[in-house]
């Protein structure tokens, strides 16, 4: 199996338990100043570097915050994933790092025992593998011909994916109301099990509002997560327990990750920028 890149892994930018090192876990603190900043520099870094065709970001509010400038750079929508929530700390959220580490290494060094009114890690390391396992097998090679996914960009008002129906291979046609009421599509109106359509032609682009994109780059997926995410996805990677609200030097608030197939059937992380690399556009 030959290396390949697989997907994009990017750290919410900085909120103010950030700024402060303190633990932010199921708290939900927006982005500061700063942390909308690096958000904005990660997008135009993205956007420049690769060609994604799909976001899904955690449902804390920092994480879609950063997601959402990525999203309007690439071009697509954001998707929320509960699978990416961040390690449930319980009592710990919020406390000041240096002085409650002790308490978390404790945890780490008893992986089953449940923090109170959080998650153990063994249980929040098993959460992160699940989603990865499926998240990893996505390829947009094989999504559905005519969503954008299967190789269609949005070039108009509408967004191909909502409004494509593809009843068979050879079959595809779209249901949306301003389409149907289009001039440009009168001849291609027809009804299908009672419904009326348009046939469209996903090999040349189906009308005025969706083309179809070149094929000049590969297209990756791109998930906006937490530290702890990231560090516990390294970990089970690497078949080690490190800390997973440590990590900091990796990744770092408005961060980038890629992660990558190996030789051997394994994958790996490779950090790619953190906040000083975005901050220079590198």
């Not at 959402?68 to 071009?75: F, L, N, R, S």
């Not at 969706?210 to 094929?215: C, D």
Request: net charge negative; charged share 30%.
């Amino acid at each position: 199996m030959s290396r390949e890149l697989l997907g994009l892994l990017a750290r919410h930018g900085e909120t103010a338990l950030n700024a402060s090192n303190c633990y932010r876990s199921r708290l939900d603190p927006p982005l500061n100043d700063n942390g909308l900043t690096e958000a904005d520099r990660l997008a135009a870094y993205i956007t420049k570097k690769y060609k994604v065709y799909k976001v899904v970001s955690s449902p804390m509010l920092r994480a879609i915050q950063t997601a959402d400038a990525i999203a309007e750079k690439v071009g697509c929508k954001v998707n929320q994933d509960r699978g990416l929530f961040p390690w449930a700390l319980g009592f710990l959220a919020g406390k000041d790092k240096e002085q409650y580490d002790h308490i978390l290494r404790f945890y780490v060094k008893n992986p089953t025992q449940e923090i109170p009114d959080g998650e153990s890690l063994r249980d929040f390391e098993e959460r992160v593998e699940d989603f990865f396992r499926d998240a990893l097998k996505a390829n947009y090679s094989e999504a559905p011909i005519g969503t954008l996914e299967g190789g269609y960009d949005e070039r108009g008002p509408f967004h191909c994916a909502d409004c494509i129906h593809k009843t068979a291979p050879s079959q595809p046609y779209c249901i949306h109301s301003e389409i149907l009421s289009s001039v440009q599509m009168k001849d291609r109106a027809m009804k299908v099990h009672g419904q009326r359509v348009v046939q469209i032609n996903l090999q040349k682009g189906c009308c005025e509002y969706v083309k179809p994109v070149e094929e000049k780059e590969s297209k990756i997926q791109l998930w906006v997560t937490h530290t702890s995410i990231i560090v516990t996805l390294g970990n089970i990677f690497e078949g080690k327990r490190d800390m997973p609200e440590t990590g900091d030097a990796d990744v770092l608030p408005g961060g980038l990750a890629e992660i990558w197939s190996k030789d051997d059937g394994d994958y790996e992380i490779i950090p790619v920028i953190g906040q000083e690399h975005a901050a220079e556009g590198e």
